[in-house]
């Protein structure tokens, strides 16, 4: 019982970074265009990360059954541990550092890395690729749940960015700039309030999942065979055998209001990296970036598909700037990203699988 508390907390610190580090990318373009003030933007992301938490569940139904097979290893909440603290180490580095790395992929790479060291290095505990007869993004697995999204979300947001902005430069080239700065001074508001609902959508889930996973797994191992009366919170988090997998609302409040708890603390590093080094914005930028950023995100979370919010937006925002010109964006900073980009999920795959060697060591995990 005591481990199952503790997966708990762990996970909720994780959501709690996750507040901070990945939330901070949906505010970075309002904060920087001076349209809100860095705590205006803050208290405007955690309610709609909140709001946004609270709807739909299909991303977390992804995290807890389609990218490890549980026939070949039983995910145990010592592995859980060991997945969310190469994710939560991961991230910390990242941030500390200023990089919009992303915490989606960082869960998972932790995640199939503990798997792969709990199962004594049988590949097959990773479910590389399901394909669906109906349409592709119905597949399980890594390759059309997390590698495919990661080249293609991105692709997307800076294509809708790029074509946005190149249309509303070609429908107000004849307007007056500070006319144009005072309309979407307003607009972006609502787009950024956009964006955080939907990075509430998609990234909060992924804790729900990893929570959702720890209670079925001790259900399972008989954990809550004899609990007290006022622990039938847990068992009934549960469904019955046969069911699918259904997040208990007790589970989205807690993961929902650590999201916003984290987002209020905000996460200054991360916003001038996106909001200042890469590219110079003016309103009209950030609520184009914001827009087409939220479509893509919002998309995918309908799909139940785990995208990183930091990619899109970032992506978004190079679209935008390349739609002025190419020179506009510090490509640089962009490689500096991009290479977080890349480590990721062999990173955290790397920690989550030493966690789960060391656990075995110290005899904690057989």
Not at 161 to 180: C, D, E, Q
Not at 200 to 226: C, E, P, R, V, W
């Amino acid at each position: 019982m005591t481990l199952i508390v503790t997966v708990i907390v762990v996970a909720l610190v994780f959501e709690y970074i996750n507040g901070f580090h990945d939330t901070a990318n949906s505010i970075a373009t309002v904060v920087s265009t001076k349209v809100l003030t860095p705590r205006q933007a803050v208290a405007l992301a955690a309610c709609t990360n909140l709001f946004g938490a609270l709807l739909g569940t299909a991303v977390a139904k992804t995290i807890t059954s389609g990218l490890v097979d549980s026939g070949v290893v039983s995910i145990t909440s010592s592995i859980i541990v060991c997945a969310l603290m190469g994710a939560i180490v991961w991230d910390l580095i990242t941030w500390w550092h200023g990089l919009p790395s992303s915490s989606s992929h960082a869960l998972i790479g932790g995640l199939c890395g503990a798997a792969l060291a709990a199962a004594h290095n049988r590949w097959s505990v990773i479910i590389w690729a399901q394909p669906s007869a109906v349409h592709w993004y119905l597949g399980k697995g890594l390759l059309w749940k997390v590698i495919v999204p990661m080249f293609f979300s991105p692709l997307l947001g800076f294509v809708f960015g790029f074509v946005l902005m190149a249309l509303l430069y070609i429908t107000l080239r004849n307007k007056r700039p500070s006319k144009v700065n005072a309309f979407f001074g307003v607009a972006q508001m609502f787009s950024a309030a956009s964006m955080g609902v939907m990075h509430g959508t998609n990234d909060a889930q992924k804790t729900m999942g990893i929570i959702a996973l720890a209670l079925l797994s001790a259900t399972k191992s008989g954990t809550f065979d004899h609990l007290p009366a006022w622990l039938d919170f847990l068992r009934s988090a549960v469904p019955p055998p046969g069911k699918d997998l259904e997040i208990a609302a007790w589970i989205k409040v807690l993961c929902a209001l650590t999201m916003a708890s984290g987002t209020a603390v905000g996460g200054w590093r991360i916003i001038k990296t996106l909001g200042h080094k890469m590219v110079k914005l003016h309103p009209i930028n950030g609520f184009a970036a914001e827009t087409s950023s939220a479509t893509v995100i919002g998309l995918a979370s309908l799909l139940g598909i785990p995208v990183s919010t930091t990619h899109n937006i970032s992506a978004a925002i190079m679209g935008v700037g390349c739609a002025k010109r190419f020179s506009a964006i510090k490509w640089t900073v962009v490689e500096r990203m991009v290479w977080a980009w890349v480590f990721t999920i062999p990173v955290t795959g790397a920690m989550g699988y030493g966690f789960v060697r060391l656990a075995q060591v110290c005899g904690w995990i057989s």
